[in-house]
């Protein structure tokens, strides 16, 4: 299902002016910058309408632009995205706004505004209270979001009549707020304000954790918040309920930041703000909707520019990192990224390892030979989303603690782990007609039993080299004892990590021991 939703505010056009640096200018100490191409993005509130497209809604937007060509640009590439513009003003008495980025080396070197943010003309506002009463009841919205960046539009009486309309109608209305006066956003569902916003309109210093529950309670009490929130950078989102507010039991909870690599918060807020409303308008708890806003915060902050996330992106991210076994990723969470389709791609099996359900049979971890194909076609997709796959191989005969350490510390080193196990051929033909000890079946139960183990792949070769050229892993993990010694498949693998064994713990002790006994 896709959420209908409507996104009132600043409309702004993002211009990228992205070159090289190699010098210093002999007129003034000022960087040279040699122009490579410019780009064009949307900001403010259409870069909140384009990541809702981005989560796949339905997207109205409403605001002003001017006259200009800016004006004609930005509605065009609203258009392009698919978010309906019958909602915006045009005022010929003012210009549209535009920020110019100039971006060299992935970093933002100067930024220039080209604005007006004198207050929208009453035929503005009312062109918009008129536009969003209409479609709130003619397409049937479940959400709308306002996105104040201080540029006009949002004036305290235009804000305090669309959060009454939504009211009326039983809308959420969620509000990224601006300036340190917020009367004028009392009665939203939620705001979403970074933690130095926060301090600007309560007064009170946030340095510590009860300082930020006094803050996160002074929002609540002075806008009547149904959910009062702060994100906080890289200290993730904290929140609290207005119902454990006025019980006056406050339950502050923390979401804590998730962000692995960060190249440009640029837009980050706007990511947040339109996560949240397409999680709240399918229905979603607050907490699984501020946990899904963190990921995709990730995901954008990872990336140079106003940016977008998609659902697919969302869920790589948080499968990538080992984030899809908290408490909130339960299967209704996860209907969200089924619905496009993100694990399609991937074996039975596979879905439900990823989605930490329980396996009906420890079998369900051996790819048979019929099925192996298909098995390297989901290792295939998964590579192209960054995920890191780990091989080893062994004998694995008479399991015992090395082998459990061995493997754990294996798996630790990526996403996936894949254990190739010889075959009885191939056991005998290396060691000799008294191995193995434990037939083929039951050292492939023994592994598949193993939390740390993902897959297992039986082969009987004398080397896994084929199998491991068909598998092409990240990383290929031996023994220790492999150092300075030629590590068979080396070449289909981007690196070989050593692991140490637990000294005095190997099979063939534990038969002799089993022999003098």
């Not at 807020?269 to 996560?275: F, L």
């Not at 984030?323 to 039975?348: G, M, R, T, Y």
């Not at 192996?372 to 008479?398: M, P």
Request: aromatic share 6%; glycine share 6%.
């Amino acid at each position: 299902m896709k959420p209908n939703i409507l996104v009132v505010g600043d409309l702004i056009l993002d211009h990228y002016i992205w070159g090289n640096c190699e010098r210093i200018s002999p007129e003034a100490p000022v960087q040279v910058i040699d122009v490579k191409r410019e780009s064009l993005n949307l900001g403010g509130a259409c870069n909140v309408a384009n990541n809702l497209i981005s989560l796949e809604s339905n997207v109205w937007i409403c605001g002003m632009v001017g006259c200009d060509e800016a004006g004609n640009t930005l509605k065009q590439e609203l258009k392009n995205r698919g978010i309906k513009i019958e909602g915006i003003f045009s005022n010929p008495l003012r210009p549209t706004t535009q920020k110019s980025r100039l971006i060299a080396a992935h970093q933002q070197v100067v930024r220039i505004d080209r604005e007006d943010k004198s207050p929208i003309c009453q035929e503005g506002e009312k062109f918009i209270l008129d536009f969003v009463e209409h479609t709130l009841v003619k397409s049937k919205l479940q959400c709308l979001v306002l996105s104040d960046y201080r540029k006009g539009v949002l004036s305290e009486s235009l804000t305090q009549s669309l959060i009454a309309l939504a009211k009326a109608h039983n809308l959420k209305i969620l509000i990224d707020p601006k300036g340190k006066d917020y009367t004028k956003y009392k009665g939203a569902t939620l705001l979403t304000p970074n933690k130095k916003e926060a301090i600007q309109a309560t007064g009170i210093n946030v340095c510590d954790e009860d300082s930020l529950q006094d803050c996160i309670v002074a929002l609540q009490k002075m806008c009547a918040l149904e959910v009062s929130l702060i994100t906080l950078s890289e200290d993730g989102i904290a929140f609290a309920t207005r119902d454990s507010i006025q019980a006056e039991s406050v339950k502050l909870e923390r979401m804590p930041t998730i962000a692995r690599e960060v190249f440009d918060v640029t837009g980050a807020g706007d990511t947040v703000i339109a996560s949240l409303a397409y999680m709240l308008a399918l229905g979603k708890p607050v907490s699984q909707s501020v946990y899904f806003a963190n990921a995709a915060a990730a995901v954008v902050v990872s990336k140079v520019g106003s940016a977008t996330a998609s659902k697919k992106e969302i869920f790589a991210y948080l499968r990538r990192n080992n984030l899809l076994d908290s408490a909130l990723v339960n299967a209704e969470f996860l209907k969200i990224f089924d619905e496009e389709s993100c694990l399609n791609h991937l074996s039975e099996r596979m879905v439900k390892i990823f989605k930490r359900q329980k396996l009906l049979s420890y079998w369900d971890k051996w790819i048979k030979a019929e099925e192996l194909n298909e098995f390297l076609e989901s290792l295939r997709q998964l590579k192209e989303e960054n995920f890191k796959i780990v091989f080893t191989n062994g004998c694995f005969d008479i399991l015992h603690l090395g082998h459990i350490d061995y493997l754990h510390k294996a798996r630790n080193l990526g996403d996936l782990l894949i254990v190739g196990l010889n075959s009885d051929s191939s056991i005998t033909h290396l060691k000799g007609t008294l191995r193995p000890i434990n037939e083929e079946k039951d050292r492939i139960a023994m592994l598949c039993a193993l939390e740390c183990v993902d897959f297992v792949v039986v082969f009987s070769e004398e080397t896994p080299r084929e199998l491991i050229a068909k598998i092409r892993p990240h990383t290929l993990v031996k023994g220790a004892d492999y150092a300075n010694k030629e590590v068979v498949g080396r070449e289909f693998s981007e690196e070989v990590r050593l692991i140490e064994f637990i000294e005095g713990k190997s099979t063939s002790q534990l038969i002799q021991k089993i022999k003098e006994s």
